[in-house]
């Protein structure tokens, strides 16, 4: 054989090895997912849990997963596991409505009236929550895009309509950028964590032997200020503080991809879901 | 000069308010000296020898009066030479008592001085007595529908105000009395009436009055306060406006009435009575009464009349076999009436049988205590007979009343009632299934999507910055390669004197940076002497380029060799110069 042929097949080969082993995998995963879905179906809750846990840790962790396995842990009657993957999932698919009514519902389940605090930015902001930093970037990318284009365009010709284009995605590449700032921000500083126990202790200080504080109950969300061996201080919207054991929570943004990969530079403890 | 004279102390008068404060005196004076109660009484306090005052007028002895300020004026007058100037305060009074009254003195203070008035005596006689014919321009009267009345009867209170002069700014205070309400009924009403032979404008404002409780009640005085203005018949025209006139402020009084409220009866009192009293009936409509199996048929049960209205009851449908009864949010409307008030109430109840048969609504039923029989009254609607036929057992269209808004015979909707709650299926699709996206994937792809296009955008503006710089350097780059050039050329043109001199010529345009289509010596020489080069060097040029034009014109072409090395030699020499 020729050398000058060698190496194109070559290539070829290989592409064909790479594209028929990322089909096989992805085979295996929407294999896992009807296991998953067929075992919720049949009201087998707890393999549906581990089939749904099984595909988030190997890197499938799409909202509709989350929303699922949000379905699984309220059907298996955890309902703090369950609003913990609802967030988790309204993260990345926040519009959707079939979880935002779960979610809604699973809520209705909590036992603490805890008022939802907003902050500025959530109120100036308001419309971070309906998007995912996915569609704020590619909004943001595309006005990026145009902003450059049309910047190129009048190095070489000038005109007042190119002005006004200009002044007017200037100021959407602005908004734009900020948002998906803010939501970046937001994601990678999320201390939010659901109590995943029926009841617990909020104790004054990381000892067994502590004042209890105040008691909370299942799906109840506080902030995690800081974790210190096995003990998280938390805080609820109304300034009170506390703490509780780690494992009796779960943060919110803790094995979503988008933090592991727009990584934050702050060297949080991730607490691990399960 | 004499007018001039007369100008100038005018002026000097204006000027010089208190010259003449020496004759500084005040006088009081009344429009009358004898005046009911009713009466409003003009008070007119001059001062004269002056036109203003420090302070304004306080008059004694007004103790027993309500006093209202009439404005002031101030005067000058020129008569025959003599200046006087005063100032006029009007007031008036209305008596709070009748008696005999010392009004005065007044008190007027000028540049610090105080000047006291004269003393007025004022008689004020007690008010005529209701019926008499002796009443004034301006009288209020009112009287009562009945002097007897049931709790929460009403009763008319009618309040009618004559009049023989031009009022304005009218107002009213009603007596105020617990456990008495009154409700105007209607707008005010004007007409002409004749009371006691007199002409009389009459306005009259009808008030519905309930008493909430058993007891005797004397009702006080109804007041008005106005302004009235003095009707004099010489006087017409256009300046016979009110606006033109000065009105004096006049407030009147109603005569005292007397109610006598009785409790409703025991006897014969319904269970459940709401407290109704008034005249009422009572209406019901059941459409369609013949329906199918999973329709549903409206009844509608409206209740008007006149009385206390707002105690028109939520009647209560009961309870019915087979049948599901949904009520619809009843509609209330009061509607006052010269005559007294009136209302209606509409109740709309959806009727939704379960099974097909006959079935017969009951009656419903509504007790009031009529006044005008004493007695009390059970009113009921008819029993309404309804037919369910088979039917496909379907979602049920409740018809159901509405009259919400306007409802009489209008559809409505009813809310979705909850029944159950639990959270919505799985998501089954497989899109989007992979969570890491091309974004997700990797930070590299994510500043590279966002700047390439910056990185773009640099490089064609630095493209285009170099490319402007060069075109700008390229004459400095041709003046630095000329002498090269020429050299090159003249080693290359060796025997062609043309050649030659258009070497010259293009030395002298890149060097220069100059577009010459020909070059003169002259030219040439006073080009070189101007860009610093010796006077003998361009002199020298200029020899060699007149030869060289010898030699075209001439067609010697043998001292081209020559020149060969010559020019060269000189352009060295020109360079060392000129840099």
Not at chain 1, 14 to 37: C, I, M, P, Q
Not at chain 1, 137 to 161: D, G, M, V, Y
Not at chain 1, 211 to 240: A, C, I, M, N, Q
Not at chain 2, 550 to 573: C, D, F, H, V, W
């Amino acid at each position: 054989m020729r050398k000058g042929i060698r190496l194109p097949i070559t290539i070829l080969l290989v592409l064909l090895y790479l594209t028929s082993n990322h089909a096989a995998r992805a085979d295996e995963w929407e294999e896992g997912f009807f296991k998953a879905n067929q075992a919720y179906k049949v009201g087998d809750f707890q393999e549906a849990i581990e089939e749904y846990l099984r595909l988030i840790r190997s890197g499938h962790g799409g909202g509709q997963i989350y929303y699922n396995l949000g379905n699984a842990y309220f059907r298996a009657g955890q309902v703090g596991r369950a609003i913990l993957e609802y967030e988790r999932a309204q993260l990345l698919i926040p519009r959707d409505p079939d979880l935002n009514f779960n979610l809604s519902h699973a809520r209705d389940q909590i036992r603490d009236a805890i008022e939802e605090f907003h902050g500025f930015i959530e109120t100036a902001f308001f419309w971070l929550k309906s998007f995912n930093l996915n569609e704020l970037f590619w909004s943001f990318a595309l006005l990026n895009l145009l902003l450059w284009t049309i910047l190129i365009i009048r190095l070489f010709h000038k005109s007042e309509w190119l002005y006004y284009m200009l002044l007017l995605i200037l100021t959407s590449w602005f908004v734009a950028g900020l948002s998906f700032g803010l939501k970046y921000y937001w994601i990678s500083s999320d201390d939010r964590a659901v109590i995943l126990q029926k009841e617990v202790d909020i104790l004054a200080g990381p000892e067994e032997d502590d004042t209890v504080l105040f008691k909370l109950h299942e799906g109840t969300v506080v902030y995690r200020e800081r974790s210190e061996d096995g003990w998280s201080l938390v805080r609820l919207p109304d300034k009170k503080r506390g703490w509780v054991k780690s494992r009796a929570i779960g943060l919110i943004s803790g094995v979503l991809p988008v933090t592991s990969n727009f990584h934050s530079p702050s060297s949080r403890q991730r607490v691990p879901v399960k | 000069m004499k007018k001039s004279i007369l100008l100038l102390g005018f002026f000097i008068s204006i000027l010089t308010p208190c010259q003449a404060r020496a004759g500084v005196s005040v006088a009081l004076s009344l429009d009358r000296q004898e005046a009911t109660l009713s009466d409003s009484i003009r008070v007119a306090i001059k001062v004269s020898g002056t036109r203003s005052c420090d302070s304004s007028p306080v008059i004694k002895g007004l103790d027993s009066f309500q006093v209202s300020q009439g404005g002031s004026s101030s005067r000058v007058e020129i008569i025959n030479g003599n200046f006087s100037s005063s100032v006029e305060y009007t007031y008036y009074i209305q008596p709070s008592k009748s008696g005999t009254f010392q009004l005065g003195p007044v008190e007027v203070k000028v540049d610090g001085k105080v000047f006291k008035s004269n003393i007025s005596t004022l008689s004020v006689l007690k008010a005529a007595s209701p019926g008499s014919p002796a009443k004034g321009p301006i009288f209020l009267e009112t009287t009562l529908s009945s002097k007897k009345a049931y709790v929460e009867e009403q009763v008319l209170y009618i309040l009618k105000l004559y009049l023989k002069t031009s009022v304005s700014d009218i107002s009213l205070q009603l007596p105020e009395l617990d456990h008495l309400a009154f409700k105007q009924l209607a707008k005010p009403r004007e007409y002409q009436g004749v009371y006691h032979g007199s002409t009389y404008r009459i306005i009259e404002v009808p008030y519905g009055l309930l008493a909430l409780k058993a007891g005797n009640y004397g009702i006080t005085p109804s007041q008005m306060s106005m302004t009235a203005y003095d009707h004099r018949k010489s006087r017409r025209g256009f300046f016979d406006d009110p606006f033109f006139r000065s009105g004096r402020p006049v407030t009147i009084s109603s005569q005292p009435l007397e109610l006598k409220v009785i409790p409703l009866p025991e006897e014969g009192k319904p269970e459940g009575f709401s407290g109704l009293v008034g005249n009422f009936e009572i209406k019901a409509t059941l459409v369609p009464s013949k329906i199918n199996m999973g329709e549903s048929a409206t009844l509608t049960v409206s209740i008007n009349g006149k009385g206390n209205v707002n105690r028109i009851p939520d009647l209560k449908m009961p309870g019915l076999e087979h049948i599901k009864v949904y009520a619809d949010e009843p509609v209330f409307e009061a509607r006052p009436d010269p005559k007294g008030l009136a209302g209606f109430k509409i109740m709309k109840w959806a009727i939704v049988p379960e099974q097909q048969g006959d079935y017969e609504i009951p009656p419903l039923s509504l007790s009031f205590f009529d006044p005008e029989t004493h007695s009390y009254s059970i009113i009921q609607t008819p029993k309404q007979p309804l037919i369910v036929l088979p039917g496909k057992e379907k979602m049920i269209m409740v018809e159901a009343g509405p009259g919400r808004q306007n409802g009489v015979g209008r559809s409505s909707k009813q809310g979705v009632e909850e029944i159950g709650h639990d959270i919505l299926p799985l998501h089954t699709s497989v899109r989007n299934l992979q969570a890491r996206s091309a974004i997700m994937s990797g930070g590299l792809f994510v500043w590279l999507t966002l700047l390439l296009p910056f990185v773009l955008y640099v490089s064609i503006f630095l493209g285009l910055r170099l490319k402007k710089r060069s075109v700008r350097a390229l004459p400095a780059q041709k003046a630095r390669k000329a002498p090269k050039n020429l050299m090159r050329r003249c080693r290359q043109e060796r025997d062609d004197v043309n050649g030659l001199t258009l070497c010259v010529r293009d030395y002298f345009n890149d060097r220069f940076g100059l577009a010459l289509a020909s070059l003169t010596p002259d030219d040439a020489a006073d080009i070189l002497i101007s860009k610093g080069a010796g006077p003998g060097t361009a002199q020298k040029l200029r020899v060699i380029m007149i030869e060289l034009e010898n030699s075209i014109y001439t067609g010697q072409s043998r001292k081209a060799g020559r020149m060969n090395n010559e020019i060269p030699r000189l352009i060295k020499e020109i360079e060392r110069e000129i840099r």
